[in-house]
């Protein structure tokens, strides 16, 4: 018989997760029988998502000893870069949050290996150092202690064209702020939530995304996985070539107190074992890999924050495209309720256009990445040169009766201020026009 070690789930995290979450229990292995091997685990990932996906998703990546192979120490969940909606090109400017993270370290050298001007966040001045001096990054900030928008505004004096998120909230509100026309921002996570028993607000997004037509797209690693062996490849032959340099963060051989800062909620890792039990009794190894083809359910998320019967009852299977004239609140509870894959077309951003500040919504960066939404705002005269087509197009359905076109009518040239602030109250119905 051999006696082995597991990390089991005595509670679900209910904000920062606590070591009386767990416990570790010693068991004895089942003999093994024929056909069956048995491996010694050397190596356990610690990852952000066992806090986001909490008590559905239990999947964690282990490397175990075997006698014929070797222990390949690639990292694994940054094949990102490349397949990332982001795109960067040579001369642009690349801004990465989590950058001293596993995620943010490699996109951030891999932007430099694209030729672009990379910018990173991390939460540290060692870190940032780190960043700059060792891995090439041209500039790194440590956002605990700079006001991030002015900082910014140093670094990148051309504006931003490419973001990768990993942190969402008020960070990445001011970093989308300083984007230029047509950037791109992949949302890769969304860490500085995970810990919220509700999802926190920061500045709204949407003015950024429709006045300069932004894209942003979120991804899991999972969906790229036919090009799994492409990225290996790829890394490895950067990282023989000292291009790239992996770093690891270790713990060994002894289970600390602070074991769950792993999450990034303090300082330091790591646990010996975790071996993840579901509460209703039979544990499940989940450890071997990602599922194939798995399809991750918008319903499988640690995030259920937005229970707005309306429109749940108006749309039990979830909304697929949103089109955006609103921001706001509004938009956050909408977005909130997206399927899988779901799209958002950004057209306006209306419930903000009086204040002079603008105003703090519901973060949107947990539905757009867990769910892999795509958000893009556009403006219409980016597609002037379709106008005509336009006409044709609608002028056929009214005349079919298919479509119908709506004004609301001010009679009188004295009342062109009067309808305006009207329309902003919400008096018109359809198009606001005035017969002068
Ligand atoms: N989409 C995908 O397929 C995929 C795959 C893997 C990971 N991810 C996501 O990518 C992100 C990074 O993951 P990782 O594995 O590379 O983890 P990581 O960056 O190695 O570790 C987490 C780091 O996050 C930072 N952090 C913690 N709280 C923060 C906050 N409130 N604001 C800003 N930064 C905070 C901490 O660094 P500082 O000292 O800088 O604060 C911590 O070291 C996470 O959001 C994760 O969920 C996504």
């Not at 713990?251 to 107190?257: A, E, L, S, W």
């Not at 990602?290 to 499988?300: C, G, H, I, Y």
């Not at 056929?396 to 298919?402: E, N, V």
């Amino acid at each position: 018989m051999v006696k082995a070690k597991k990390w089991v789930v005595k509670k679900y995290f209910d904000g920062v997760p606590k070591k009386s979450d767990f416990e570790i229990v010693e068991y004895e292995l089942p003999s093994l029988k024929d056909g069956e091997i048995l491996l010694k685990t050397e190596w356990i990932n610690v990852d952000p998502y066992l806090r986001a996906y909490n008590k559905n998703i239990l999947t964690i990546y282990l490397v175990s000893k075997f006698e014929l192979y070797k222990r390949l120490r690639i990292p694994t969940t940054q094949l990102v870069l490349k397949s990332s909606p982001t795109k960067p090109k040579a001369g642009e400017t690349v801004v990465v949050t989590g950058a001293a993270g596993a995620v943010g370290s490699l996109v951030g050298q891999i932007a430099k290996i694209k030729g672009c001007k990379v910018i990173g966040f991390a939460g540290s001045d060692e870190k940032c150092q780190w960043l700059e001096k060792e891995l090439g990054f041209d500039k790194a900030l440590n956002y605990k202690k700079v006001d991030a928008q002015s900082a910014l505004k140093v670094a990148a004096p051309q504006g931003v064209d490419c973001y990768f998120d990993n942190v969402g909230g008020e960070l990445s509100s001011a970093i989308i702020g300083q984007m230029n026309m047509r950037g791109r921002v992949a949302v890769c996570g969304s860490i500085s939530a995970y810990n919220d028993k509700q999802l926190p607000k920061a500045t709204i997004l949407q003015p950024s995304i429709v006045f300069k037509e932004l894209k942003i797209e979120g991804f899991i690693v999972w969906r790229w996985i036919d090009r799994w062996s492409e990225g290996f490849t790829q890394l490895v032959s950067w990282i023989k070539s000292g291009q790239l340099k992996p770093a690891e963060h270790t713990t060994c051989c002894v289970v600390r107190d602070n074991a769950l800062s792993c999450l990034g909620i303090e300082s330091t890792t790591l646990w010996q074992s975790i071996w993840l039990k579901r509460r209703n009794g039979s544990s499940k190894n989940t450890s071997t890999g990602f599922p194939r083809n798995q399809t991750l359910k918008s319903s499988n998320m640690n995030y259920h924050p937005w229970k707005v019967s309306a429109l749940t009852v108006a749309a039990p299977q979830g909304v697929d495209c949103y089109f955006d004239n609103v921001g706001g609140e509004l938009s956050s509870v909408i977005i909130g309720q997206m399927n899988m894959r779901g799209r958002v077309a950004v057209c306006g951003s209306i419930s903000a256009y009086n204040d002079k500040q603008l105003p703090k919504a519901t973060i949107l960066q947990p539905s757009i990445v867990f769910k892999e939404l795509k958000i893009e705002g556009f403006i219409v005269w980016r597609w002037i040169d379709r106008w005509s087509e336009g006409f044709t197009q609608l002028v056929s359905w009214i005349k079919s009766g298919q479509l119908k076109p709506a004004e609301h009518t001010t009679v009188g040239f004295d009342k062109l201020f009067d309808a305006f602030i009207g329309m902003l109250e919400g008096q018109n119905t359809g198009k606001a026009v005035v017969k002068v």
